[in-house]
């Protein structure tokens, strides 16, 4: 009888086999072919662990979990990785984890204020609402679309604790201000890097990773991300203090920081005495946050760890990608306002953002580019506040403020959209797209 290892090696086998024949059937790119805005870009290593994990049926986090949280610490150059279920429950966590009791009189509380903007993803905003904070929105710029740095002083008062602020489509923002700003006033910084894996950012001291420069940064892995688990994102951390909130709420809240599966690795389990528990309580089962269950599973995490390989390629073409659509189209800048970057920031583009000028029509333009098979996208949110999750808010004109309007925001709203740079386009799909574009406002 041959051994598990034996029919494993040949199951894995089989997957490269399977992998190959299916590349071998795709056809090439033709004029009027569907363009999506992204796609998820793999080869045979990501199938094969895929299934290495399934045949290894450890369900929950494990191994490779383990191994994807190193491996993307080794990529931003920070101690603390935290893998979690999706970008918007990384955004949850890392404003949970400043809540913490522990945090003392800079624990994020009810009623305090957390500095961002409306022209963002839902779940940038939705925790400080969720948990009873006051989102204080701030207008951004056209071209970079990120936060007027301007306003910041304008946006402080006595309740402000934190700015959470994400770098928009992979354009970092003006960290050099908003960390200065953060600094000088004691404020939490979160970067939402979700858009942005791979951006770097240089403070005067040479270049840092997006996402490692404020306190706490996160990622998401959805398909249409850098690199993809399906599902999936992170938290990380340079602070020791941090890690340790966040490992406890993602997991539970419990105070024990045994891997899964394990008993007394921490050396203390049925010892010490926590709030008003019997002395040797379980440390398995105590509670010092009330936290959640955000984790992975190992196969999202397989995924994960064979994608990381392939990351820094994947960054390379999205800016190769974005270039050739910024040269394509300078000619048309009396038309559409194109974008740019911050003079200190190294982006790692996720999408190609435009801006339709007076006078011309988004609806008109995008109609006409989707139906040449060019997909399109909005800015997300456009205007958060316009939305019907707004509603209970707007109504009473409590809970939230407002710094100097969000005309940019507004404009945003009606005006803008974006095409994609995803590392699979062929240069026969750039020009194609450059082409549609190039048309539909003509």
Known sequence: MRSTEEIKQEILSLVKEYHQASESTAQPFQPGQKIPYCRRVYDAREQINLVDSALEFWLT???????????????????????????????????????????????????????????????????ILQFGAVPVFLDVRLGTYNIDVSLL?????????CVFLAHTLGNPFDLKAVKAFCDKHGLWLIEDNCDALGAAYDLGGGWRKTGTIGDLGTSSFYPAHHITMGEGGAVYTDNDLLSRIMFSMRDWGRDCVCPPGTDGAC?????????????????????????????????????????????????????TNWQILRDGLAGLEDKLVLPYSEKDAWPSWFGFLITVREGLSRKDIIRYIEAQGVQTRMLFSGNLLRHPC????????????????LRNTDRIMNDTFWVGVYPGMTEEMLAYMIQAIQQSVS
Request: proline share 4%; glycine share 12%.
């Open 267 to 319: 050396g203390r389990r049925f010892e010490g005495q926590y709030g008003e528990l019997p002395i040797g309580y379980d440390h398995k089962y105590v509670y010092s946050h009330l936290g959640y269950n955000l984790k992975i599973t190992d196969m999202q995490a397989a995924v994960g760890c064979a994608q990381l390989e392939k990351l820094e390629g994947f960054i390379e073409k999205r800016r």
């Open 61 to 127: 986090a494990g191994r490779f979990c383990r191994q994807f949280e190193s491996g993307l610490a080794a990529f931003l150059g920070i101690k603390h990785v935290a893998a979690v279920n999706s970008g918007s429950s990384a955004n949850l966590l890392a404003f949970m984890t400043l809540t913490s009791p522990l945090l003392k009189e800079r624990a994020i509380r009810p009623g305090d204020e957390v500095i961002c903007v409306a022209a963002a993803f839902p779940t940038s905003v939705a925790p």
């Open 153 to 161: 002083e304008e946006a402080l008062s006595p309740k402000t604790k």
């Open 390 to 405: 707004f509603d209970q808010w707007r109504k009473t004109g409590e809970g939230y403020r407002v710094i100097g309007g």
